[in-house]
Structure formats: C-alpha cells, structure tokens
C-alpha cells in the first residue's frame, strides 16, 4: 500500500507560479513512476505530467509542456510538479499518482494509487 498526501494547491492570479508536492509513505517510493492528473469542474481526470522511477523520463500533457515540469526526490519520497505561468485553464483539483509501470500514465484508469487532491485556482 502507497499513501500519497498532496500540498500546495490554492488560489492565484493568471500568470503566476505555484508548486505542488505529493508525500509518499508505504511501499518503496523508488520503486514507483509518479504522475499527476487533474479534474476540472465538470470534465474528466486528465494526465497532466509522470515520471519514472529513477526520475530521467518525464512526460507531460501538451497543454502544459514547456509550462510545468515534474521532478521527485527519492531520498525524501516526494514528488513534484512546478507550474508557471498559470492560466485559467488550469484550474482543477491536482491528484497525485502512483503505479509500477510510467506506461499506465496516459489514462487515470487502472493507476494503482491516488491521493485526495489538492484544488489549484486560477483567477483571470
């Protein structure tokens, strides 16, 4: 079992920067991929950025590349996700994710574990 707490959601105008953590407990964190995915109102849970276990693969969705950027540290079991120049488009509930194989990232079905979600809000 992989406990994942997420942190440093809130509110912010356009444009700005905000970084996300997830802390991980349980199981080996290295021997996990990391991604997050977010939840818009009303629309369904998008992959937004994963990793892989040792941290030199990174993939992201293409409305955020060259905007966030995800990176873990494995000696504190914690993932990050570094988001710049936010856009109102961007505002959804961030879930932090964990699953053996980075392949599962593409779709939030079938990741093995999740946290509760931190809510990020972008004003215009």
């Known amino acids: 079992q992989v406990q994942l707490v997420e942190s440093g959601g809130g509110l912010v105008q356009a444009g700005a920067s905000l970084r996300l953590s997830c802390a991980a407990s349980?199981?080996?964190?290295?021997?996990?991929?990391m991604g997050w995915f977010r939840q818009a109102p009303g629309k369904e849970r998008e992959f937004v950025a994963a990793i892989s276990l040792g941290g030199g693969i990174t993939y992201y969705a293409d409305s955020v590349k060259g905007r966030f950027s995800i990176s873990r540290d494995n000696a504190k079991n914690t993932v990050y996700l570094q988001m710049n120049s936010l856009n109102h488009e961007d505002t959804a509930v961030y879930y932090c994710?964990?699953?053996?194989?980075?392949?599962?990232?593409?779709?939030?079905?079938?990741?093995?574990?999740w946290g509760k979600g931190t809510l990020v809000t972008v004003s215009s």
């Open positions: 349980g199981r080996t964190f290295s021997g996990y991929a």
């Open positions: 994710a964990a699953d053996p194989s980075v392949g599962r990232f593409t779709t939030p079905n079938g990741i093995r574990y």
